[in-house]
C-alpha cells in the first residue's frame, strides 16, 4: 500500500466511530491517527502500546509484499494509564512504515455477558450507599434482580455471573484461539479465623481477599465468589506467563494486606489453568480444581498450575 493511498484510507475513517486507523513509522513513532486510535496511542512512542503481539513481532511481516497485510487478528493495546484494549486489525506497509487499520469489538453474546456482569457490580454497589444515606430501598423486584448476580459479602459475581461469564469466555478461545485463564483460589485456615475471632472478622477477611483481587486484575477480568472460601478469577486476553504473574501478585499482595485484620498472617491458595486446544468448561473447571487441591495439600500459600 502506498503513502497516497494510506492517507486516504485515514481521510475515508475520520467520520466513523467504529473503525479507526492509525499510521505509524518503521521506528514506532505515531505519525497520524483518526477515530478512537487517536485517543489510545500516544504521540511519542506507539510501538510501546502494542502488548499482543508485540511491535517486534508484527515488524516481521511478510517480507515486502505490500498486497498482503504484515498482521490480520486480535490486537492487544495498552493506552492511558496501562488499560487494555482489545481490538480487530489489520495492518499493512505504506511509504512511510506501516497503516493501522482496527475495529472495536462487536456487541455480541460475549461482550454482553461481561457487560451483565460488570453493571450488576456497579448497579449494586449504587444501591447499597443508597440505602446508606436515604434508608429507603423499597424496590424489592429491582433488588433482587441486581444481588441475582453478585455475591452480598464481597460484591464480587456470584456462581450464576460466573456460570454465564465462563460459558463465554471458552466458546470466545474456541472461536478465535484468544489466551484465557482460570484460576481458583481459596483463604488458608478461613475457619479457624472464624472459630478464632468470629464469623464477622472471617467475612471482613474475605472482602479484603476481593479488595486485593480487584486491585491486582483489569475490568476486563472476572473474579467471583462461588462458594463460602472459593473465589474463580477469569484472566481474559491474557498469555500464559502474563496470567502466571498475575495470579502470583494477587498471593503476595493478599499475604501483605491480611495481618492488619486479624492477630496473625492470613494467606491463599491457588490451581491456575490455561485454556488448551480441546478444552470445555468441564475439562478446564476439572484441571483447575486439581491444581488447587495440589496447592492445598503442598501446604497453601503457593499457586499450582495444572
Known amino acids: ?104 469489538p462487536g456487541d455480541d453474546i460475549e461482550h454482553l455477558s461481561k457487560a451483565t456482569v460488570r453493571l450488576s457490580n456497579e448497579l449494586a454497589a449504587a444501591r447499597r450507599e443508597l440505602s446508606d444515606a436515604r434508608g429507603d430501598l423499597t424496590d424489592r423486584d429491582e433488588k433482587v ?69 480487584c486491585n491486582e486484575t483489569r475490568k476486563t477480568d472476572q473474579a467471583c465468589r462461588i462458594g463460602a472460601n472459593r473465589f474463580m478469577l477469569l484472566l481474559t486476553h491474557t498469555p500464559p506467563q502474563r496470567a502466571a504473574a498475575v495470579t502470583e501478585r494477587i498471593r503476595v499482595a493478599f499475604a501483605a494486606a491480611s495481618p492488619g485484620m486479624v492477630a496473625t498472617t492470613v494467606t491463599a491458595s491457588f490451581g491456575h489453568a490455561d485454556w488448551k486446544a480441546g478444552d470445555d468448561v468441564a475439562s478446564l473447571t476439572e484441571r483447575v480444581e486439581k491444581a488447587l487441591v495440589a496447592a492445598r495439600a503442598a501446604g497453601g500459600d503457593r499457586v499450582e498450575a495444572a
Open 145 to 213: 434482580r441486581v444481588m441475582s448476580f453478585v455475591d452480598g459479602i464481597t460484591g464480587l459475581g456470584n456462581q450464576r455471573a460466573f456460570n454465564q461469564a465462563l460459558a463465554s469466555e471458552v466458546l470466545r478461545a474456541e472461536r478465535y484461539g484468544d489466551p484465557l485463564c482460570l484460576v481458583l483460589a481459596s483463604i488458608d485456615a478461613l475457619e479457624g479465623v472464624a472459630g478464632h475471632f468470629g464469623d464477622d472478622r472471617a467475612d471482613d477477611v474475605l472482602r479484603c481477599f476481593a479488595r486485593v483481587v
Open 1 to 104: 500500500m502506498d503513502e497516497q493511498t494510506a492517507q486516504a484510507v485515514l481521510a475515508l475513517l475520520s467520520g466513523l466511530d467504529s473503525v479507526s486507523a492509525a499510521r505509524i513509522s518503521r521506528e514506532g513513532r505515531l505519525v497520524g491517527a483518526r477515530g478512537f486510535l487517536a485517543e489510545i496511542l500516544p504521540h511519542a512512542d506507539a510501538s510501546r502500546c502494542f502488548c499482543v503481539p508485540p511491535w517486534a513481532q508484527l515488524q516481521e511481516g511478510t517480507g515486502g509484499d505490500d498486497r498482503a497485510p504484515l498482521y490480520q487478528g486480535s490486537l492487544t493495546l495498552a493506552g492511558e494509564r496501562g488499560v487494555e484494549h482489545v481490538l480487530k486489525g489489520s495492518l499493512w506497509r505504506d511509504g512511510t512504515g506501516v497503516l493501522l487499520v482496527a475495529e472495536r
